[in-house]
């Protein structure tokens, strides 16, 4: 003791040792959901990527009512086909008519795939708000998807936004970069160059860039590092991300995407969807699993899930025979969801919208 004077020992700082486990837990809790978006869209793309992964061929008056029921659900994005020759993809042949039909549904944001300029064409001629072009960052899936290398592809896209400008279209060009996690025939893709040809195609013009797990190969530590990478070049014109749900992992993959700062998902409702040239490629983050899981999570999307669930058991009926996926549909709503009653079974029939606010019109 120094005389006339008592001695205080010094303090160290307080280490996250020790605070209580349920402080520190709410402190990580808090400190993930702040990163995340209070609403998400999601893209319903069942209608291309589901139905061109199936052999049943849908009538034309089933998909408008699909897309109606979907609009009617509170889907405001839905892409509506691709324009490529009906010889080879049977199931699509309509595209046209449905682009026609789906612009008289007030605020729909319809979408079509387009491989190539013709397809371009098309989409400017039938009005779609966007034309999404699919690279592949594997050369071999881009060689056996569209017989072109993906630095091709890119030269394609210059051409198409070459075309939409001297049309005077407001069509946007999204430049979707598929296999960026691997390829079922090619093995291994180098991030570096899914990276290089996602700058290539905003060089070129594309308006919006989007990243895809085609196979199902993404965990969510690879989703978070290439998503935070492509963030930091392409910022909010990194427009969406593509799961499938092949390995288990398409809703982890989501919510790693979301927190490296993306809020638009593509979804196919019943989980269908695939790739006709990557063999082993199934089932895409389902529509209804999705918008629960946003939904429970406080994230706002806009879209009633019991008028999905119903959607979804009409069109399990037009593809009777075919495989559908998801869980949603099977154990219902739990009564602790935002909207159900609990004093009543929260079925299939028990209609909910999803997250807190209320229905919402998404524009791109």
Not at 143 to 149: D, G
Request: aromatic content about 4%.
């Amino acid at each position: 003791m120094i005389s006339g004077m008592a001695y205080i020992a010094p303090t160290r700082p307080r280490q996250v040792a020790d605070l209580p486990a349920r402080i520190v837990v709410r402190a990580m809790n808090a400190r993930h959901l702040s990163s995340l978006p209070s609403r998400a869209v999601i893209r319903e793309v069942g209608l291309r990527d589901g139905l061109q992964s199936v052999q049943t061929i849908v009538p034309t008056e089933h998909k408008r009512e699909w897309i109606r029921a979907a609009y009617e659900a509170g889907q405001r994005e839905i892409e509506i086909g691709s324009f490529v020759p009906a010889r080879l993809l049977p199931q699509l042949a309509d595209t046209a008519e449905l682009l026609d039909f789906a612009g008289t549904l007030p605020g729909l944001f319809c979408s079509v795939l387009v491989p190539n300029l013709r397809g371009a064409e098309l989409a400017l001629d039938h009005g779609a708000d966007l034309m999404l072009v699919p690279l592949s960052a594997s050369h071999a899936h881009s060689l056996a998807n569209l017989r072109k290398t993906p630095d091709e592809v890119v030269a394609e896209v210059a051409r198409m936004r070459a075309a939409r400008d001297a049309a005077g279209a407001r069509t946007l060009i999204e430049g979707g970069v598929g296999t960026a996690f691997g390829c079922t025939i090619q093995g291994h893709v180098d991030a570096a160059e899914v990276l290089r040809l996602m700058q290539a195609l905003l060089d070129a013009g594309a308006d919006r860039v989007s990243l895809a797990d085609t196979v199902g190969y993404a965990d969510p530590a690879q989703v978070a590092s290439l998503f935070e990478r492509a963030v930091a070049i392409a910022g909010d014109r990194l427009w969406c991300g593509h799961f499938h749900d092949t390995r288990g992992l398409g809703l982890a993959n989501v919510y790693a995407a979301m927190q490296a700062g993306v809020s638009r998902f593509d979804a196919c409702l019943g989980g269908i969807g695939g790739c006709p040239h990557a063999p082993g490629a199934s089932g895409n983050v389902a529509s209804e699993d999705l918008a629960y899981m946003l939904g429970s999570m406080g994230i706002d999307t806009g879209l009633d899930i019991g008028a999905l669930l119903r959607l979804r058991g009409r069109v399990a009926g037009w593809l009777a025979g075919e495989t559908l996926h998801g869980t949603l549909w099977r154990a219902g709503l739990p009564k602790t969801f935002p909207g159900v009653d609990a004093g009543h079974d929260a079925g299939l029939d028990v209609p909910s919208h999803c997250g807190a606010a209320t229905s919402s019109t998404f524009h791109a």
